[in-house]
């Protein structure tokens, strides 16, 4: 479970302030509001920790900055800014990085690019954004991560890319991960999230449950 | 059964779900003691969040409809036609229960009262 307890951090001019909620392992939240809202910097303040941020963060139990370390192997931060070598391959990168983390093993992660359909032989450079983005969630799967943080993984990418990332997500929470996506993409919230934070100008406006609306059919025989 | 989500503007999905499941239920379709997909391969399937199959499953379950086995997942109810009728008896009963009271507080006697339902049945 995520305990979110009144966090508040500053950031430069910026404020967010009293972000309070929790979920539990198997559940997707979405992060909805517009640019400048506060999302980057709340996935910064779980990521980096710093003096002055107040409140309290509670992964499984035990406070984040305390337990950074641990917190950081239990979590995949994905976003399209992150910084890898350019020149490498995907899998030269995850053997680079996979040092790192405990779960990490090459057959996992030949198996999880397979899965998202990327090749490992392509180098970072030559990836697409939606490629970068799907290698990184492969990476994270590939070291048994137990939370996703993912800053507007869908943004500018097409339905069918869409459809493909969701069916992906659901594989990862029914293994009990829980994923926290911030997005602006209204029709991503209606039928995927299972929970919504709105947040406006560093406030959190609302936590709740979503019962989405369909905006297309499906069908299935039980 | 198929379980079919349509884009429409009023109903929410898990509303959907819950009124085709009661339907399939209700019609026999799916019978007593059936095992229903669990909460996760649902939403899988239908492409639809875990909140909401949940809320339809609990929604069913309220209603006596369906029942969850610990570990297990979701069965059809034995007993839930039995269930449906206690549960409309005892509405009926609340629904008398306050025409008998506006009746006593209207100064009827209870003969009066029998009466009045003996002609309205006769009249029915």
Known sequence: MLEIKDLQRKAGKFQLEHIDFQVEEGYLVGILGPNGAGKTTFFKALMEPKKGDKGTILWMGKDIRKNHVEFLGDTAYITEDMMFIEKLTAMETAQMLGVFYEHYTDEAFEACMEKVGVSKNITIAGMSRGQKIRFQLAFGMARKAKLYLMDEPTAGMDPAFRKEFYDLLREILAEGATVLMSTHVQSDINRNMDYVLTLKEGKQLRFQENFGEAEEWSEVEI | ?124
């Open chain 2, 1 to 124: 059964m198929k379980i079919i989500i349509k884009p429409q503007g009023t109903l929410a999905i898990y509303e959907q779900i819950v009124n085709q499941l009661k339907n399939g239920i209700l019609s026999g379709e799916l019978e007593t003691g059936e095992a229903l997909p669990s909460i996760r391969k649902l939403a899988a399937d239908l492409q639809v969040s875990v909140i909401t199959t949940k809320r339809a499953y609990e929604e069913l379950e309220k209603e006596g409809l369906i029942r969850s086995q610990a570990g297990k997942g979701f069965y059809v109810c034995e007993y839930n036609t039995d269930y449906l009728k206690e549960k409309q008896f005892m509405m009926l009963e609340t629904h008398l229960s306050e025409v008998i009271e506006e009746c006593k507080a209207a100064g009827l006697s209870k003969e009066d009262i029998l009466e009045m339902v003996e002609t309205l049945m006769e009249n029915n």
